[in-house]
């Protein structure tokens, strides 16, 4: 007979990045670990799963699906490991309940509202401990807190191996804030028909079984989408819930629900076969197979953890923690997002250049939790090198320069210093200040993160994941000529040039933070043993932001006026200016013509005509100079645009 748990089906849903990842990175083990596996390898099979536990302890599989010391299973055509215990080990997912910043903001929160601590920390474990919560409260528990994660094996284990693969396909992606149904008859749910069950049902206790929802989006609905009690500053629940995360319906409102699911991009798919369980030569390899890599974007606190791993009880090598970082820096910078950088022109005392950001991720970017950032930075400097202009630059403490007290508005047009574009969540309390204490969220302030491609105001959940603030009314904001969906943000730059004429060399790039100093410190004025132990690990981290894209360009002639410019300049016209390919010259009949030159934006020369040409022909599109000097050596410079 199954016994599901299940708390109701509500109308918010969850989804998850939608990503490519490298699949060729190669798992490294010493020579003394592998000595250790060798070891184990001689010893007897572990005894079956204690049968009145619900779940077994993540290490309980490592024996098949961990390292294989013959290097038989587990391996790629081109040598790599593959296998799913080490990737998992490294996760975010395996460190849930270790994490040390989630540990300190549930002491925050319940430090604010310390007559619902149990119920806070109940939900808090329903994701980060699902196996520890859900032992406690299938057994008949009110509460599952953290005391009781503390104490409990398998509640560290984190989102371990049944968290996921003893997931009913009962309700699935129908449930949000922890709220999960779970198999409770020893069954583990895989990908692949006619599984090898006889060790698993032998050696654990466990029925492997083929069920296709494991590759289903909404088997991560459950817990990367969450609605918060909403209280007001006294501490006073008012009855009714924010939507703090919701992944998932940004993933719903996008082109990529009918292209690739969660799975598809977080448990990358490789097409070759992989044998999946160690100590059997004769097993044949099965296809496609998922690694478990699941990173997202968050290398701060990889590396936090990977640093302090042993005051955190966390068992993962390491090289492991390395690759997934590693990994984790490919999906952030390769598979997130496109920045492309366009000239637009200049006057004599202004520059202007488009900067478009188009998101390649199937929900929001940035996306998840409320403190994740992406700045904009933009500088221009004069030949000499020196700043003409700077928007969006970081301070020692990795705070952007001139963002506002409270947080910076959206931006479609930016000509101050004083202005920078953060995409980002700003989360608003009661009485419509920012806050960043999730039991007191109200209202959405800000929310200018970038759509998804094919996200739209008219899709049935946009109440849920709607775009806030003054990005709701940019004509530019996920939309190109005029339609809805285009996945990008083009943002205008109007440079002042304050009298200088030149050279200028320009550069764009766009970071990103997980864990920001203004989200930081609303946690960091309060004091907990969770607070301090994860304050000492922090102020010790490398909290520098993350580099995800960035364009250069170089333009030799700005800022050219025309009262400075010679006589004949007033009397000649260059024509038609856009063209499409060909453009005149009209020159007064005394202009005696030394050399025509065509420049492209970089300063490099693309063309020297005859000094009698008057027509011109451009096949290929851009921005050009067309340099103009004449004998007495004075010279003009027109811009020209071939569309």
Known sequence: MKFYISFGILAFILGVSIFSVDNETTSFHTDAERAHFKTMAMMPPPPPVDSNLIFPKSTACEGCHGFDENEFAYITAAGDEVNVFDDWQSSMMANSAKDPFWRAKVSHETLLHPAEKDEIETKCTSCHAPQGHYTAIL?????????????????????????????SAEGLGDLNSGLINYDTTRTIFGPFAGPFAGPMEEFLGYTPVYAPHVQDAGMCASCHSLLTETHDLEGNNLGTKFVEQATYQEWQNSFYEEEQTCQDCHIPQLEEEIVISSGYSFLEGRSPFGRHDLVGANTLMLDLMRVNKDALGIEASTQ?????????????????????????????????????????????????????????????????????????????????????????????????????????????????????VLERGAINLKDNRIAPLGFTTSHAVYDTVRISGRAEIDPNFNITDGA?????????????????????????????????????KEMFD?????????????????????????????????????????????????????????FNLDLPEDVQVKSLVLYDVRGEIMRCFSENERIFEIGVKGVYFLKIETTGGEFVVRRVVVE
Request: glycine share 8%; proline share 6%; with cysteine.
């Open 139 to 167: 057994r008949g528990e009110p509460h599952y807190t953290m005391q009781d994660l503390l104490l409990d094996t398998i509640g560290l284990d984190g989102v371990g191996c049944g968290g996921c693969h003893m997931m």
């Open 320 to 436: 492991d923690y390395i690759q997934t970082i590693e990994k984790t820096f490919d999906m952030l910078q390769q598979q997130s997002l496109d920045l492309t950088l366009d000239y637009r022109g200049d006057t004599a005392d202004s520059l202007f250049f488009a900067l478009e950001l188009k998101n390649k991720a199937g929900h929001k970017f940035p996306s998840g939790y409320p403190s994740r950032r992406a700045t904009v930075e933009f500088v221009v400097l004069d030949a000499a090198g020196d700043t003409l202009f700077q928007s969006g630059v970081h301070e020692p403490d990795f705070e952007v320069k001139g963002r506002d007290a409270d947080y910076e508005e959206h931006y479609d047009i930016i000509n101050s210093e004083e202005q920078v574009q953060i995409y980002e969540f700003v989360i608003g309390d009661v009485n419509g200040d920012p806050t960043t």
């Open 526 to 582: 309060e004091s907990t043993p969770e607070i301090e132990t994860f304050r000492t690990m922090f102020d010790a981290a490398d909290r520098s932001p993350v580099l995800v894209q960035s364009q250069q360009t170089e333009i030799p002639f700005v800022g050219v006026s025309t009262t400075e410019e010679p006589a004949f300049a007033r009397n000649m016209r260059v024509y038609p200016n856009p063209m499409s390919s060909v």
């Open 484 to 520: 809805e969906g285009s996945g990008t943000d083009s943002l205008f730059y109007h440079i002042p040039l304050n009298g200088y004429s030149g050279a200028v060399s320009v550069s764009a790039k766009v970071w990103y933070q997980s864990l920001p100093p203004a989200w930081m």
